[in-house]
């Protein structure tokens, strides 16, 4: 079993619908999570960065973790065919194992105007 | 302000040559990581350079190796290339020790024929 799961689509939704993309982990010693999107042919760029369980919003984009499930949800409201991307969940522990972040495959995502 | 810089951004080298990519990271940032990623796949970490030392190594052979500069500039070196070296090498910069928010350079696309 991979250590983070993430389903890599492709997900195809219509210009103004909320999109839901998930991820699952194994490693109950992951602390700190992040959202990643990346653009082809482009780096990753940092989303959202949430530590330990809860919800954080930004804009239009609401980040959850439920540690209990090691289940961490990124939501986006009012998609915008510029949200269309590779979305990438991360994780990484505390302190001396805080160096790597393990990543997901990525969820391929298009915004149909 | 520059972000991370990459070079080059594309190449092309033949099985068992040897490669060198460089990266420049953000301003004000100590700490380079260096991460892999096959096509569809998410990042993988390489190693982490903080103090021109390499702090943490992924799983990757001792066929990788690095380098980080006094003016926290880093090389990714990598000997004997095989056919699955083939992927995008990214390069991200952070402060301090900690792995959680790193920012991401455009990647150098390897292709080994």
């Known amino acids: 079993q991979k250590e983070v799961e993430q389903d890599p689509g492709p997900l195809s939704v219509p210009e103004g619908a909320i999109v839901s993309l998930n991820c699952t982990y194994s490693?109950?010693?992951?602390?700190?999570f992040m959202w990643y999107r990346q653009y082809s042919r482009k780096g990753p760029e940092l989303l959202m960065y949430?530590?330990?369980?809860g919800n954080k919003e930004d804009g239009r984009f609401t980040a959850q973790v439920d540690k209990s499930s090691k289940y961490i949800s990124l939501f986006i409201r009012d998609s915008q065919p510029s949200d269309s991307a590779t979305y990438l969940c991360?994780?990484?522990?505390?302190?001396?194992?805080?160096?790597?972040?393990?990543f997901g495959k990525g969820t391929k995502l298009s915004v149909i105007p | 302000d520059a972000g991370v810089t990459q070079s080059p951004t594309h190449l092309i080298k033949t099985r068992g040559q040897q490669v060198t990519l460089r990266c420049s990271p953000k301003?004000?940032?100590?700490?380079v990581s260096w991460y892999q990623q096959a096509l569809g796949q998410g990042p993988q970490f390489i190693f982490q350079?903080?103090?021109?030392?390499?702090?943490q190594r992924g799983n990757f052979p001792d066929r990788f190796s690095g380098h980080q500069f006094p003016n926290y500039s880093s090389e990714l070196n990598v000997n004997a290339l095989l056919l699955g070296d083939s992927a995008l090498y990214l390069c991200?910069?952070?402060?301090?020790?900690?792995?959680?928010?790193?920012?991401f350079g455009s990647g150098t696309q390897l292709s080994v024929l």
């Open positions: 301003s004000g940032h100590d700490t």
């Open positions: 949430t530590y330990s369980s």
């Open positions: 490693n109950s010693a992951f602390q700190y």
């Open positions: 991360a994780m990484t522990r505390s302190g001396a194992g805080s160096y790597q972040l393990t």
């Open positions: 991200a910069s952070s402060y301090g020790q900690g792995g959680e928010k790193l920012f």
């Open positions: 350079y903080y103090e021109e030392e390499e702090r």
